[in-house]
C-alpha cells in the first residue's frame, strides 16, 4: 500500500479521487474477488495512469480488473471509462436508464460540459433493467439496486466484507439540476430505499467512507426532506 490508496477492508479499497487520481475525480473504489478485482466508477480519466497504479499498490494487475461498475452517467464517474475498457478489456455494467447517454457520449445529461469537456462514448456492455441485478466473481457477490433521482439510472451497489454490508451509493447528496434530468421525488425515496439496506460502511462519491449505521444514518437523512 502506498500513500495514493486507502485500505477500507481487508479487499475493499479507495483507488481514486479528487486527492488520489485528479481533483476533478468523484471516488473510485477497488473490490478484491479472489485472484480476480472490480472498479465502482472510473473518474474522468485524467488520472488515469495514476489509477492503473493505485491499483497495482493494492496487490492487483489492473489486468485482474473484469469489471467496471458505473454508478451513474455524470463525467466525474464515468468519462474514464473508455480508456479503462479500451486497455482492460473490462465489462462496463450501467442502468439502462443511464447506458444511452454514455454510449453517446451526451454532453450534457453527464456533466461533462460542466467540466469544460467531452465525454468520450463507450459501449455499456451490460444494461440493467430491472430494479437489482446479482452479479458473481469468484468469491464475491456484488448486489446492484436501482437508486434513481440524481440521474435516471443511479445505481447503488451491495457486498459484504470482512462480516460488514458495504454499499457504494455514489452522489447520495445530489446534486439535482434539470439538465442532469434529475428527479426530486425519485431522489428522496431513493435516500430511504438506501437506508434500508441497513449498510455497515457507506462508500460515497465526494464525501468519504462513513463506518457504522448510526453515522451512516446522519449523513443520509441529512438529505432527507420532511
Not at 479487499?11 to 465502482?40: F, H, N
Not at 467540466?115 to 469468484?138: C, N, T, W
Not at 440524481?150 to 439540476?177: C, I, M, N, R, W
Request: charged fraction near 20%.
Amino acid at each position: 500500500m502506498g500513500k495514493n490508496e486507502k485500505q477500507i477492508t481487508d479487499d475493499i479499497y479507495q483507488v481514486g479521487g479528487s486527492a488520489l487520481t485528479d481533483p476533478r475525480d468523484a471516488a473510485i473504489y477497488l473490490i478484491r474477488c479472489g485472484t480476480l478485482a472490480t472498479l465502482i466508477d472510473s473518474g474522468c480519466g485524467y488520472g488515469h495512469a495514476q489509477l492503473l497504479r493505485n491499483v497495482h499498490a493494492c496487490g492487483m494487475s489492473p489486468s485482474d480488473v473484469e469489471y467496471l461498475f458505473l454508478t451513474h452517467c455524470h463525467f466525474d464517474h464515468s468519462g474514464g471509462a473508455k480508456r479503462l475498457k479500451e486497455e482492460l478489456n473490462c465489462q462496463v455494467i450501467a442502468h439502462e436508464l443511464d447506458a444511452h447517454f454514455i454510449e453517446q457520449g451526451d454532453n450534457t445529461v453527464t456533466a461533462a460540459s460542466w467540466y469544460d469537456s467531452v465525454m468520450a462514448p463507450v459501449f455499456v456492455d451490460h444494461k440493467i433493467a430491472g430494479p437489482q441485478e446479482e452479479f458473481r466473481l469468484s468469491n464475491k457477490v456484488i448486489k446492484a439496486f436501482h437508486a434513481p433521482g440524481h440521474s435516471p439510472g443511479s445505481l447503488v451497489y451491495v457486498t459484504e466484507s470482512d462480516g460488514f454490508k458495504v454499499v457504494f451509493a455514489q452522489d447520495v447528496h445530489g446534486p439535482l439540476h434539470p439538465d442532469l434530468l434529475s428527479n426530486p421525488r425519485d431522489y428522496q425515496q431513493s435516500l430511504h430505499d438506501l437506508l434500508s439496506l441497513e449498510p455497515d460502511i457507506l462508500c460515497e462519491g465526494h464525501y468519504g467512507v462513513y463506518r457504522g449505521r448510526d453515522a451512516i444514518r446522519r449523513f443520509v437523512m441529512s438529505y432527507v426532506e420532511g
